[in-house]
């Protein structure tokens, strides 16, 4: 039997997880390199960070956002969170024969102020027109190239035993946003995409606490899977508490109706960082005085640290817990 | 009226060109960053460059090569024409629900072999999946980053009237050899596509020819695109020799039966130099030693410098002398 790609291959779950093993590593090879945030080289004494992403969401407008700025966020979001102050960027465009050119120019120019607000310089680009049916509307690749301190404070080696989670606000607001828009469905039409570009407040964060292990941003997959990532890849379990996780009313009303659980729906404005726990409340602080942090909370710990595989726990409201996988399957495709 | 995207947009000649400027320079700024081949920056005290290209060719497969290959070697090239040596690159995929398993390892493989063939490392990518009908099979960015030695050869700013229009090989065997595997027109089946990388053999050249002005890739729009945008960039008259630009017969042959200008066909395995007369010779030389240079040819000339609009004329073969405009209007949709 012919082995197909399915729609779930791109959710950002198990089945992605394998495909870029089986495919992508296997030929590219080096793991390290092509499976995070963002891949790093050097030039010079320089240390330089890397990161792509093309951009397939449906709609291409949506409350809070459209494709054009969510290209620009989300690679500048992943060069953040990897440490990186990002510096350049390229944009590359497929377009449908037939788009009008109004909503090419709405979405160039948003990512135009979405990049000056963000201090990226936008340095390439490349244009491809393809017939009606050969593309839906549009797509954006970005890849963005950021700047690595060497003193940048990420220590990921330093995980230890009852390190804090935190995670910068709300969740599932993204996934609701564009759910709602592609549906036109009328109760939940006041939410709005978090996507945001998150750089300054995370290099606040970087330059005035010194404990920091390691960032995420938690999109395709959601919460759960980017901590279950985390977990493997740092060989700890994490217990979050299920209560402290801050969803809004609407977006967890509209996730029970639709029959999502919010902590795997993804975000665009929102990054996961284990800490210090002495270092927790500062940061706390710092998150709470600015736009994108002010709903910053403390999810969780690291339970335990060199296991040979790694685990997420959720403690639910009853008590009870249990383990969460990655996303596995389909949930929602072009979130993003 | 609703202004649209029209496939012409997207072919690289008149219309693209309106379409950068009018969208994309207006918005992002700075013209020079974002219309050629590489945009540069620095880091400590070396100069990088950077390149995006989208590749969106139809088919997937074809003679001589297939979308993954191509997106390497295109980018390769365009770093290479720049002066840059290739190092990383990026590879994100945007994959149709559907696509046997079996065609994207294939052409993964092939990106590999050819990455490691072109000594580039590919160090960061990315996976989606649309529904059906959403992208025609498989779309791929390839985003490159190249160091840029200081004493690189180039030196636009020296073409003197009697330059010399130097073409690596051929011109229309990527354009003739995808036509045949999309439309599978027996009578042209055994036209190759050129694709290939010419970043070693530029190296070769670079380091051993001190005259050398400036390259380009003529890719989509073809030969005569390129050589008028040559003429735009740098204020100059150049004329080429319709009879001394070199033609495979079969391609020539099939231009004419489907009312193609080989002038116009894409090429992905070619590059133009404009380079001091007087080092046309060696420059020669040391191509047609190589198997991607064996058929160079001395095309044309600089006719004269600081123009205040460039100019391509063209030499027929009766002796009479036209003037060659950019791809106007819809030629081959998605050659690359």
Known sequence: MVQRISLAHGEG????????????????GHSDHIQ?????????????????????VKPIFFPGGNIGKLAITGTVNDLAVSGATPQYM????????????????????????????????IVAGDTKVVEKGSVDQLYINTTGIGFVKEDNSLEPDRI?????????????????????????????SNIESDCASLNQLIQELTDQ????????????????????????DHHIHIEIDEEAVPVRNDVKGACDILGFDPLYMANEGKFIMIVNSQCAQKALEIL?????????????RVNSCHERTGKLLLKTPIGATRRLQRLSGLLLPRIC
Chains 1, 2 share one sequence.
Do not use: W
């Not at 005085?289 to 969780?300: R, V």
């Open 13 to 28: 779950g198990e089945l992605t997880h394998n495909l870029i093993q089986e495919v992508f590593v296997k030929a590219f």
């Open 36 to 56: 995070h945030d963002s891949a790093f080289f050097r030039c010079d004494q320089q240390k330089l960070a890397v990161t792509t992403d093309s951009y397939v």
């Open 90 to 121: 390229t944009a590359s465009f497929i377009i449908e024969e037939g788009l009008p050119l109004e909503d090419l120019k709405k979405i160039v120019e948003s990512m135009a102020s979405e990049a000056k607000a963000a201090q990226v310089h």
């Open 160 to 188: 230890t035993e009852g390190d804090s989670i935190i995670i910068s606000g709300t969740i599932g607001d993204h996934g609701i946003a564009v759910l709602s828009a592609r549906e036109d469905l009328g109760l939940i």
């Open 209 to 232: 606490i010194e404990g920091i292990r390691v960032m995420r941003d938690p999109t395709r997959g959601g919460l759960a899977t980017t901590l279950v990532e985390l977990c493997e």
């Open 288 to 300: 709470h005085k600015h736009t994108f942090g002010k709903n910053a909370q403390t999810i969780g």
